[in-house]
């Protein structure tokens, strides 16, 4: 059974910092692409950040600078490091996995942003953030 689990998340001031953690099981995340999604109450889930099979990352215009994904495939986990967050970064944050096949095909190969939610085969039960002062 595949499963994906979220940790990290808590209360942090304005300007603080947070490490989120995704550990998978019943699948070897070195084959994956991994996303990062953000949902806030009454806003539709957003990408925030990804990193494909090679290691290439990318992200949202409104983290870009602040937030970092890296993943250690041996330990089966990926992260997103949230450095100077803001009010705005609060939400239920999501960490999903997409087989990847074929690295040279789309939606994985050299993409101007992350691919969209439904390209994600696997999804966590996500870990709130709380930016507040």
């Known amino acids: 059974q595949v499963q994906l689990v979220e940790s990290g998340g808590g209360l942090v001031q304005p300007g603080g910092s947070l490490r989120l953690s995704c550990t998978a099981s019943?699948?070897?995340?070195?084959?994956?692409?991994l996303g990062w999604f953000r949902q806030a109450p009454g806003k539709e889930r957003e990408g925030v950040s990804c990193i494909n099979t090679e290691g290439h990352t990318y992200y949202s215009d409104s983290v870009k600078g602040r937030f970092t994904i890296s993943r250690d495939n041996a330990k089966n986990t990926v992260y997103l490091q949230m450095n100077g967050l803001k009010e705005e970064d609060t939400s239920i944050y999501y960490c999903a996995a997409d087989l990847v096949r074929n690295p040279y095909a789309n939606p994985w190969y050299n993409p101007a942003s992350c691919p969209s939610a439904r390209t994600y085969d696997y999804w966590g039960q996500g870990t709130q953030v709380t930016v507040s002062s």
């Open positions: 019943g699948l070897t995340m070195g084959y994956y692409a």
